[in-house]
T-cell receptor, first 114, second 114 residues
């Protein structure tokens, strides 16, 4: 399995500010995914991040709000911009295993916007 | 249609009993069906996954049953234990074309009473 580290694990932020979440994988992976899990809810895919290309966003998510970087095959960042209390969620990154057979998640970043 | 429908929303089982969680999907292009277990404050952990070329997969106390014609799959937890109390999510993806770009079910909160 892939070992995925997310930073920060949690944060409390003021509305109107931005937070960048980092995702580091212990092996090279082609595709990385960012999900949002609102309190008590299921996971919703925000975007797919491939190295060397623009991220692909799902319906309802836009680059200006959730800019993503993917500078290499082991690292990605998600920024939550101009935050409001509605952005309070757990943000998770996910990768395909190096064998490409399974999907694994990081521990998540618990964001609270006040 | 990309939805994955999961039931029940919550489930209470006695220790030693069998827990059964069901999922149904619409998109016949889905070819990867994982189940995740999530404890409070943690990211989802992959439990077991199945591809549509088999009807059943067993790993320890966890079994996936897959019915391709009915577009349904289920998770069976045998000899349920209090430590199994968690939220369980089914998911689906079109792995061959999109990797682990997952669509999640709504989740089932399982409580196993001692």
């Amino acid at each position: 399995s892939a070992v995925i580290s997310q930073k920060p694990s949690r944060d409390i932020c003021q509305r109107g500010t931005s937070l960048t979440i980092q995702c580091q994988v212990d092996s090279q992976v082609t595709m990385m995914f960012w999900y949002r899990q609102q309190p008590g809810q299921s996971l919703t895919l925000i975007a797919t991040a491939n190295q060397g290309s623009e991220a692909t966003y799902e319906s309802g998510f836009v680059i200006d709000k959730f800019p993503i970087s993917r500078p290499n095959l082991t690292f990605s960042t998600l920024t939550v911009s101009n935050m409001s209390p509605e952005d309070s969620s757990i943000y998770l990154c996910s990768v395909d295993s190096p064998r490409g057979a399974e999907a694994f998640f990081g521990q998540g970043t618990r964001l609270t916007v006040v | 249609q990309q939805q994955v429908k999961q039931s029940p929303q919550s489930l209470i089982v006695q220790k030693g009993g069998i827990s059964i969680i069901n999922c149904a999907y619409e998109n016949t292009a889905f070819d990867y069906f994982p189940w995740y277990q999530q404890f409070p404050g943690k990211g989802p952990a992959l439990l077991i996954a199945i591809r549509p070329d088999v009807s059943e997969k067993k790993e320890g106390r966890f079994t996936i049953s897959f019915n391709k014609s009915a577009k349904q799959f289920s998770l069976h937890i045998m000899d349920s234990q209090p430590g199994d109390s968690a939220t369980y999510f089914c998911a689906a993806s079109m792995w061959e074309t999109s990797g682990s770009r997952l669509t999640f079910g709504e989740g089932t909160q399982l409580t196993v009473n001692p």
